[in-house]
């Protein structure tokens, strides 16, 4: 499946047609309808691991979809632990895989894990 | 420093409701809401309500959701959205975080309409991306429009996970299971049949055992559970997925009263710990109003209920209601409540909110001599 994207529905109906950006996934271009969360993004991309833990190692992915439990945190334009199930996906945003408790970045360009 | 007569927290079904009531009456009203847009779960909820034409039964929630904010528009009452309310101060004052800046609020009343969040379960796997809450499988189909994943495990078959695996159907997703630890399916038999209909297996007595990954979910092993709730040995089932919902309860969100001071009951069948409230919603803090799923997880429909008699009971203490007129319009309110909490599903809430409010009554010792009627007898019955 090229998108996990619901095109048609049978309630709600067509997806609107909003306006498309591009987000920096880890340094790959992935599509964002403009406004949406960040994680919508991802998990349309067929994303499902979104930071590693801080002792194991271990990945972890978007649990709850409405900002509380912080499981799906990135790096966001050089910010660590970004919510992104809540944070509106805009054009040109530096998306990064957060490992551990991430690293502030002065520069923009993600974390330096 | 903001000043208004009611600061509602949060805007869903409930918020929404007691700031039309309160704002039609004139209430100088803000609703503080952390999402970036109003209506709470209301807009998840793509199926028709149900209850009698009263509680806009075949509505579709994100119907109501839309009528609510057009009504609350009309109203001038001010609703603040990306704004966290992180402390609460007698008096009352609120600290908000509005998008990156910092506001208090100064408020004569007010209301707590925070909702509830989703529980969980551990078993081996449950960190995996691709388990997640129903509620938040629901926010991606139903509001996102993106598919979780393309083979689901539901675990619950309450209303929420039989409603969620309907709706994921409806998405596009295949829905492999079903899996209920009782004997019973836990949520109407309408939604269960519907599943079926769809060809989607209901396991009773069965619990998810294990996900195994690598990376993301990729298989789950299910197994019975005998009459004492451990599991069946040899009765193991593993299933091709790579999504595991979760539908096993809601708990209150309910840090606010706690920081406020309030009085608190526990009732497992509500969903943990509760403020205690009387029948207009106040708390045990003088001021401080409850409405929706923080007074005990119940559905959008008596949430909106009870965020009209707080809503009512608030314009009312602040002298925008007379108190004659607010007596009667909040006991139609209550009828249509006790309505919705009637029946072989209702009548357990029913129960369960009635010792809250008796509890209320009791603390405040006024039981023999009070004109309302008694608390737990809201309901004939």
Known sequence: ?113 | MRRFELAVVGAGPAGLAAAIEAGSAGVRTVVIDENLKPGGQLFKQIHKFFGSSEHQAGTRGFEIGRRMLSTLSDTGVEVWLDSQVYGLFPGWTLAVNRGDRHEKVQADRVLLATGASENSIPFPGWTLPGVMGAGAAQTMINVHRVLPGSDVVMVGSGNVGLIVSYQLLQAGANVVAVVEAAPKIGGYGVHASKLRRAGVPIYRSHTVLRATGPGRVAEVTIGMLDESWRPVSGSERTFRADTICLAVGLTPLAELAWMAGCEFIHNSRLGGFIPVHNREMETTTAGLFVAGDITGVEEASSAMEEGRLAGLAAASSLGRIGRAEAESRMQRVWDRLCQLREGPFGVHRRQAKDDILRKFEVRAGDCATSEKPAAGKECAG
Request: charged share 20%; aromatic share 4%; proline share 7%.
């Open chain 1, 1 to 113: 499946m090229a998108t996990w994207r619901i095109i048609d529905h049978p309630i709600l109906g067509a997806a609107p047609a909003d306006r498309t950006v591009i987000i920096d996934f880890d340094g790959r271009p992935v599509e964002a309808i403009e406004g949406e969360p960040i994680a919508a993004a991802l998990m349309a991309a067929g994303v499902a691991s979104f930071r590693t833990t801080p002792v194991r190692h271990e990945p972890r992915g978007v649990f709850c979809a409405i900002g509380r439990c912080t499981d799906c945190v990135m790096t966001v334009d050089g910010v660590p632990n970004v919510r992104t199930c809540v944070t509106p996906a805009r054009d040109g945003m530096i998306v990064r895989t957060q490992h551990g408790l991430g690293e502030w970045s002065d520069s923009g360009c993600g974390d330096s894990n």
